[in-house]
């Protein structure tokens, strides 16, 4: 298995332009994760959708962040528009479910650089 | 809710010397805990879990942890580090009946020759 994919691995862009973030689950898991990555706060999780169906958006900075899950296989996380705070790695992640246990299986993020 | 602290922030040993990383949790609920590891330009990778049974759990590249109820601990250890353990380690907690990891802030591991 491929693992889950992330693209793009690097994003510069400019304040105020809209941002897409990418993400393949690993095929068969059911349950997908956005996480974000800073110096400051660490690692948080963003949203979390089970079947295509987004369950807890509490952790979306604010309305500027969107996510869309439109089937089993694709997950996209948009920013629009960009600020600089927003700079930091995005990682997705996969599992089986969300049942007494299941590994979170996490691709390799989208450092995104907002100027 | 629940909440990880990770005592160190930064840990540098020599090769070939043990290694403890310290991590403490708070949860008013029973809770399962991992352990991360991130290598530089990469995703996390679990090295180890504690669902339930032993307190004593061994994961990938000899690495253990052990998990104390009282102290609300899990410490993770290696008896003999190599460079290539070179590497971000998170430790994360969850409750039992939640899906939610909640991480820790990370500690830099650097394994000096």
């Known amino acids: 298995d491929a693992g889950v994919i992330q693209s793009p691995r690097h994003e510069v862009t400019e304040m105020g332009q809209e941002v897409t973030l990418r993400c393949k689950p690993i095929s068969g898991h059911n349950s997908l994760f956005w996480y974000r990555q800073t110096m400051m706060r660490g690692l948080e999780l963003l949203i979390y959708f089970n079947n295509n169906v987004p369950i807890d958006d509490s952790g979306m900075p604010e309305d500027r962040f969107s996510a869309k899950m439109p089937n089993a296989s694709f997950s996209t996380l948009k920013i629009q528009p960009s600020e600089p705070r927003d700079s930091a790695v995005y990682f997705c992640?996969?599992?089986?479910?969300?049942?007494?246990?299941?590994?979170?299986?996490f691709g390799p993020g989208t450092r995104l650089t907002v100027l | 809710a629940q909440s990880v602290t990770q005592l160190d922030s930064q840990v540098p040993v020599f090769e070939e010397a043990p290694v403890e990383l310290r991590c403490n949790y708070s949860s008013s609920v029973s809770v399962y805990l991992f352990w991360y590891v991130q290598y530089p330009n990469q995703g996390l990778q679990l090295l180890l879990k504690y669902l339930s049974g032993s307190t004593l759990v061994k994961g990938i590249n000899g690495f253990e942890a052990e998990f104390n109820k009282s102290q609300t601990s899990f410490h993770l250890r290696k008896p003999s580090v190599h460079i290539s353990d070179t590497a971000e380690y998170f430790c994360a907690v969850s409750e039992i009946s939640n899906y939610k990891l909640t991480f820790g802030k990370g500690t830099l591991l650097t394994v000096n020759p």
């Open positions: 992640a996969s599992s089986l479910g969300t049942g007494r246990y299941n590994e979170q299986f």
